[in-house]
């Protein structure tokens, strides 16, 4: 099967534009005797005269105008899909898809997303949240957010460096006839919510302190895989939670849960922005990078 260049449809279209080799030539940077030989080619490999020249005139045969009825649209599409490419190389816009846990999306939603969306409103950004891990390339991603130990080790990471903590909390309420626990091992007699993992498995609650350390399955009345859906229960007195600091912490602020053991819940590794090196990547992507990397650094300014 003979292939044929968008240079030679180029040249035919040229010619047909301008009204001559020589001015078709010029329009795209070509000599007079290239762009002859572009359209003598094509010819060739058709088997069939495009022009009818002569030393002072070009016009199309019957079978070039049918040809070029039918090329034209068809090179305009390319041209524009080509040009629509090479725009996204100087400004950022487009779709940008991110995987990440639910916790560390919020986490990071207003001071790095939101701030950059308010600097490239042409970029369209969508995030899907799931707790298992999954392939980002193979998934369809250009980004993930995930801690830090759980980031693949061929990635490139960027380390957020908020420092991040679990955070054991109750409402007012469920202490006015209870004594505060001081130890972990107190929570077994008292109710909890207990949390179930994307896998199904329920979830151990983690502790240490001065080089000890545990984990408990604690006991309570209700079970919940959502961390909003167990802020809800906690904060109207069902029970003792376990959460990640940032998504209780406008309720430790605001009087509406109570912060116990807090003794007991040591930093935990930092949320890393990771990809795969990414050769020729849109602007949209390379100015995630760069805002990420000043979020990082305490450099950008919250929206």
Same mark, same amino acid.
């Given at each position: ?135 980002? !390339?193979?998934? *369809?991603?250009?980004? #993930?957010?995930?801690? $830090?130990?759980? +980031?693949?080790? &061929?990635?490139? /990471?960027?380390? @957020? ?72 229960? !906690?904060?109207? *007195?069902?029970?003792? #939670?376990?959460?990640? $600091?940032?998504? +209780?912490?406008? &309720?430790?602020? /605001?009087?509406? @849960? ?46």
């Amino acid at each position: 099967m003979t292939r044929h260049s968008l240079i030679e449809l180029e040249a035919v279209l040229a010619i047909v534009r301008c009204g001559s080799f020589r001015a078709a030539a010029t329009d795209l940077g070509m000599s007079t005797t290239a762009i002859s030989n572009a359209v003598g080619k094509l010819e060739r490999q058709l088997d069939v005269r495009l022009f009818n020249r002569t030393t002072r005139s070009v016009s199309l045969t019957y079978a070039g105008r049918i040809f070029v009825a039918q090329v034209k649209p068809s090179l305009e599409g390319i041209q524009k899909a080509m040009n629509t490419a090479r725009s996204q190389q100087e400004t950022p816009s487009g779709i940008l898809r991110i995987n990440a846990f639910a916790t560390a999306a919020r986490e990071i939603m207003a001071p790095l997303v939101l701030s950059y969306l308010q600097r490239y409103p042409q970029v369209h950004i969508d995030i899907v949240t799931e707790g298992r891990l999954v392939d980002v !390339v193979a998934a *369809g991603f250009d980004l #993930g957010i995930r801690s $830090e130990d759980f +980031v693949p080790s &061929d990635a490139i /990471a960027i380390p @957020l460096g908020k420092m991040r903590r679990m955070a054991i909390a109750a409402s007012p309420t469920f202490f006015q006839n209870r004594a505060v626990p001081r130890v972990p091992q107190e929570l077994l007699s008292y109710p909890c919510v207990r949390g179930r993992l994307p896998d199904g498995t329920l979830l151990r609650w983690r502790f240490e302190k001065g080089g000890e350390e545990l984990q408990l399955d604690v006991e309570g009345p209700i079970t919940l895989d959502e961390a909003s859906l167990a802020r809800i229960a !906690v904060t109207n *007195g069902v029970g003792i #939670g376990y959460f990640m $600091e940032a998504d +209780v912490r406008d &309720d430790f602020a /605001a009087g509406r @849960l109570v912060r116990i053991l807090d003794d007991w819940t040591p930093p935990l590794a930092p949320l890393c922005l990771y990809y795969y090196n990414r050769r020729n990547s849109s602007a949209a992507f390379q100015a995630f990078i760069a805002v990420a990397r000043d979020f990082a650094a305490g450099r950008l300014s919250p929206p």
